[in-house]
Protein backbone atom coordinates (compact mmCIF):
# COMPACT_ATOMS: atom_id res chain seq x y z
CA UNK A 1 0.00 0.00 0.00
CA UNK A 2 2.44 2.60 -0.94
CA UNK A 3 1.65 6.00 -0.54
CA UNK A 4 2.05 9.42 -2.98
CA UNK A 5 1.12 12.95 -2.95
CA UNK A 6 1.04 14.49 -6.42
CA UNK A 7 0.35 18.13 -6.61
CA UNK A 8 -1.68 17.60 -3.31
CA UNK A 9 -3.31 14.76 -4.00
CA UNK A 10 -2.69 12.14 -1.66
CA UNK A 11 -2.62 8.71 -3.57
CA UNK A 12 -3.12 5.41 -1.73
CA UNK A 13 -2.03 2.73 -4.46
CA UNK A 14 -3.93 -0.71 -3.37
CA UNK A 15 -6.24 0.54 -0.67
CA UNK A 16 -8.61 -1.67 -1.36
CA UNK A 17 -7.43 -5.71 -2.21
CA UNK A 18 -9.09 -7.95 -4.41
CA UNK A 19 -12.08 -9.50 -2.10
CA UNK A 20 -13.21 -5.55 -1.08
CA UNK A 21 -12.88 -4.97 -4.92
CA UNK A 22 -14.93 -7.51 -5.45
CA UNK A 23 -17.07 -6.46 -1.90
CA UNK A 24 -17.65 -3.39 -3.52
CA UNK A 25 -19.02 -4.34 -7.28
CA UNK A 26 -21.63 -6.40 -5.33
CA UNK A 27 -22.83 -3.82 -3.33
CA UNK A 28 -22.65 -1.74 -6.64
CA UNK A 29 -25.01 -3.99 -8.76
CA UNK A 30 -28.45 -3.06 -6.98
CA UNK A 31 -27.93 0.26 -7.27
CA UNK A 32 -26.83 -0.04 -10.89
CA UNK A 33 -30.25 -1.93 -11.33
CA UNK A 34 -32.17 0.77 -9.16
CA UNK A 35 -30.48 3.77 -10.88
CA UNK A 36 -29.43 3.38 -14.06
CA UNK A 37 -26.28 4.32 -16.05
CA UNK A 38 -26.98 7.39 -17.97
CA UNK A 39 -25.01 8.80 -20.63
CA UNK A 40 -24.67 13.32 -19.51
CA UNK A 41 -25.11 16.16 -21.82
CA UNK A 42 -22.94 19.31 -20.96
CA UNK A 43 -24.85 22.54 -20.81
CA UNK A 44 -23.29 23.38 -23.92
CA UNK A 45 -25.19 20.22 -25.45
CA UNK A 46 -22.32 17.45 -25.93
CA UNK A 47 -22.34 14.01 -24.90
CA UNK A 48 -19.95 12.80 -22.04
CA UNK A 49 -18.39 9.72 -22.87
CA UNK A 50 -18.48 8.11 -19.61
CA UNK A 51 -21.69 6.77 -18.69
CA UNK A 52 -22.78 7.78 -14.54
CA UNK A 53 -25.23 7.66 -12.07
CA UNK A 54 -25.04 8.13 -8.04
CA UNK A 55 -25.92 6.98 -4.32
CA UNK A 56 -26.93 8.97 -1.74
CA UNK A 57 -28.79 12.11 -0.69
CA UNK A 58 -28.02 13.60 -3.89
CA UNK A 59 -26.64 12.59 -7.63
CA UNK A 60 -24.54 15.21 -9.27
CA UNK A 61 -26.01 15.17 -13.15
CA UNK A 62 -25.50 17.79 -15.75
CA UNK A 63 -28.04 18.72 -19.22
CA UNK A 64 -28.99 21.53 -20.47
CA UNK A 65 -30.29 23.51 -17.45
CA UNK A 66 -26.13 23.15 -16.45
CA UNK A 67 -24.36 21.19 -13.73
CA UNK A 68 -25.62 20.32 -10.14
CA UNK A 69 -26.68 18.20 -7.77
CA UNK A 70 -30.54 16.93 -7.42
CA UNK A 71 -32.26 14.23 -4.84
CA UNK A 72 -33.77 12.02 -8.02
CA UNK A 73 -32.28 9.94 -10.65
CA UNK A 74 -33.28 11.48 -14.19
CA UNK A 75 -35.81 9.23 -14.26
CA UNK A 76 -37.22 9.93 -10.81
CA UNK A 77 -36.78 7.83 -8.13
CA UNK A 78 -34.73 8.93 -5.45
CA UNK A 79 -31.07 7.72 -5.45
CA UNK A 80 -30.39 4.51 -3.43
CA UNK A 81 -28.42 4.87 -0.11
CA UNK A 82 -24.65 5.05 -0.23
CA UNK A 83 -23.23 1.14 1.08
CA UNK A 84 -21.88 1.00 4.09
CA UNK A 85 -18.56 -0.52 2.65
CA UNK A 86 -18.05 2.61 0.87
CA UNK A 87 -18.73 4.81 3.43
CA UNK A 88 -16.44 3.16 5.91
CA UNK A 89 -13.51 4.24 3.30
CA UNK A 90 -14.53 7.65 3.75
CA UNK A 91 -14.68 7.63 7.32
CA UNK A 92 -11.73 6.35 7.60
CA UNK A 93 -9.67 8.71 4.86
CA UNK A 94 -11.48 11.86 4.69
CA UNK A 95 -13.55 12.49 7.55
CA UNK A 96 -15.12 10.58 10.53
CA UNK A 97 -17.58 13.66 11.35
CA UNK A 98 -19.72 13.48 8.44
CA UNK A 99 -20.80 11.18 6.10
CA UNK A 100 -20.84 12.38 1.55
CA UNK A 101 -23.92 13.32 0.22
CA UNK A 102 -23.29 11.52 -2.88
CA UNK A 103 -21.39 8.95 -4.58
CA UNK A 104 -21.07 9.71 -8.03
CA UNK A 105 -20.67 6.32 -10.28
CA UNK A 106 -18.92 6.78 -13.43
CA UNK A 107 -18.44 4.08 -15.93
CA UNK A 108 -15.34 4.48 -18.59
CA UNK A 109 -16.18 1.84 -21.53
CA UNK A 110 -13.29 1.51 -24.06
CA UNK A 111 -12.58 4.81 -25.26
CA UNK A 112 -14.46 6.48 -22.60
CA UNK A 113 -12.37 9.59 -21.22
CA UNK A 114 -13.09 12.92 -18.77
CA UNK A 115 -11.30 16.41 -20.15
CA UNK A 116 -9.72 18.56 -17.46
CA UNK A 117 -11.93 19.62 -14.98
CA UNK A 118 -12.15 21.22 -11.09
CA UNK A 119 -14.74 19.72 -8.81
CA UNK A 120 -16.56 22.91 -8.06
CA UNK A 121 -20.42 22.68 -7.81
CA UNK A 122 -20.35 21.34 -3.94
CA UNK A 123 -21.12 24.04 -1.78
CA UNK A 124 -18.58 23.89 0.90
CA UNK A 125 -14.86 23.00 -0.23
CA UNK A 126 -13.20 22.80 2.87
CA UNK A 127 -14.45 19.18 2.38
CA UNK A 128 -11.92 16.79 0.20
CA UNK A 129 -13.36 14.56 -2.67
CA UNK A 130 -12.27 10.95 -2.10
CA UNK A 131 -12.33 8.89 -5.46
CA UNK A 132 -11.59 4.93 -6.15
CA UNK A 133 -10.87 3.04 -9.03
CA UNK A 134 -12.17 -0.30 -9.65
CA UNK A 135 -11.45 -2.16 -12.66
CA UNK A 136 -8.95 -0.80 -15.76
CA UNK A 137 -6.38 1.00 -15.30
CA UNK A 138 -6.75 4.44 -15.98
CA UNK A 139 -4.05 7.68 -16.92
CA UNK A 140 -5.21 10.43 -14.41
CA UNK A 141 -3.91 13.62 -15.19
CA UNK A 142 -3.33 16.47 -12.61
CA UNK A 143 -3.23 20.02 -13.81
CA UNK A 144 -3.03 23.05 -11.70
CA UNK A 145 -5.80 25.46 -10.05
CA UNK A 146 -6.20 27.40 -12.89
CA UNK A 147 -7.28 26.23 -15.95
CA UNK A 148 -3.37 25.62 -18.61
CA UNK A 149 -0.09 25.08 -17.12
CA UNK A 150 2.26 22.05 -17.25
CA UNK A 151 0.26 18.71 -16.34
CA UNK A 152 1.74 15.29 -14.94
CA UNK A 153 -0.18 12.26 -15.42
CA UNK A 154 -0.11 8.66 -13.11
CA UNK A 155 -1.55 5.19 -14.20
CA UNK A 156 -4.59 4.66 -11.32
CA UNK A 157 -5.36 1.01 -11.13
CA UNK A 158 -8.35 -1.24 -9.30
CA UNK A 159 -8.16 -0.60 -5.46
CA UNK A 160 -6.65 3.01 -5.38
CA UNK A 161 -8.44 5.60 -3.47
CA UNK A 162 -6.95 9.21 -3.98
CA UNK A 163 -8.12 11.72 -1.42
CA UNK A 164 -8.19 15.41 -2.94
CA UNK A 165 -8.41 17.59 -0.35
CA UNK A 166 -6.83 20.87 1.14
CA UNK A 167 -4.92 23.10 -1.36
CA UNK A 168 -5.46 20.34 -3.88
CA UNK A 169 -9.51 20.54 -3.56
CA UNK A 170 -9.58 22.85 -6.65
CA UNK A 171 -6.81 21.50 -9.14
CA UNK A 172 -7.94 20.52 -12.31
CA UNK A 173 -7.99 16.81 -13.00
CA UNK A 174 -8.89 14.26 -15.54
CA UNK A 175 -8.82 10.90 -17.35
CA UNK A 176 -6.83 11.17 -20.52
CA UNK A 177 -7.96 7.00 -21.34
CA UNK A 178 -8.31 3.78 -19.69
CA UNK A 179 -6.53 0.61 -20.78
CA UNK A 180 -9.29 -1.61 -21.37
CA UNK A 181 -9.50 -5.14 -20.44
CA UNK A 182 -6.61 -4.57 -18.02
CA UNK A 183 -8.64 -5.58 -14.86
CA UNK A 184 -10.37 -8.42 -14.64
CA UNK A 185 -12.66 -7.17 -12.03
CA UNK A 186 -15.26 -6.39 -13.94
CA UNK A 187 -16.41 -9.31 -16.34
CA UNK A 188 -17.05 -6.97 -19.38
CA UNK A 189 -14.20 -4.74 -18.87
CA UNK A 190 -14.29 -0.87 -18.08
CA UNK A 191 -13.39 0.93 -15.07
CA UNK A 192 -15.87 2.38 -12.39
CA UNK A 193 -14.61 5.23 -10.78
CA UNK A 194 -16.91 6.57 -7.46
CA UNK A 195 -16.01 9.61 -5.98
CA UNK A 196 -17.88 10.52 -2.61
CA UNK A 197 -18.10 14.05 -1.90
CA UNK A 198 -19.64 16.23 0.63
CA UNK A 199 -22.23 18.81 -1.75
CA UNK A 200 -24.51 20.72 0.52
C1 LIG B 1 -13.85 12.69 -11.70
O1 LIG B 1 -13.02 13.58 -11.70
O2 LIG B 1 -15.05 12.90 -11.48
C2 LIG B 1 -13.44 11.28 -11.99
C3 LIG B 1 -12.01 10.99 -11.80
C4 LIG B 1 -11.68 9.56 -12.12
O3 LIG B 1 -12.40 8.94 -12.91
O4 LIG B 1 -10.70 9.02 -11.59
MN1 LIG C 1 -13.62 15.43 -10.82
Redesign the pocket.
Known amino acids: MARLLLRGFDIRKAWLDGSAQAQLIEELRPILRSAPLFRPMTPSGKEMS?RMTSAGKLGWVTDKSGYRYQPQHPKGADWPAIPEPILKIWRELASADRDPDCC?I?Y?GESAK?GL?Q?KDEADFSWP?L?I?LGDD?L?RIGNQTRGGKTESIW?SSGDV?I?GGPARLTY???DRIRFGSSKLLPRGG?I?L?LRVAS
Do not use: K, P, Q
Request: charged share 10%.
Open positions: VLNYMHDVSSAFLVMHGIRNT
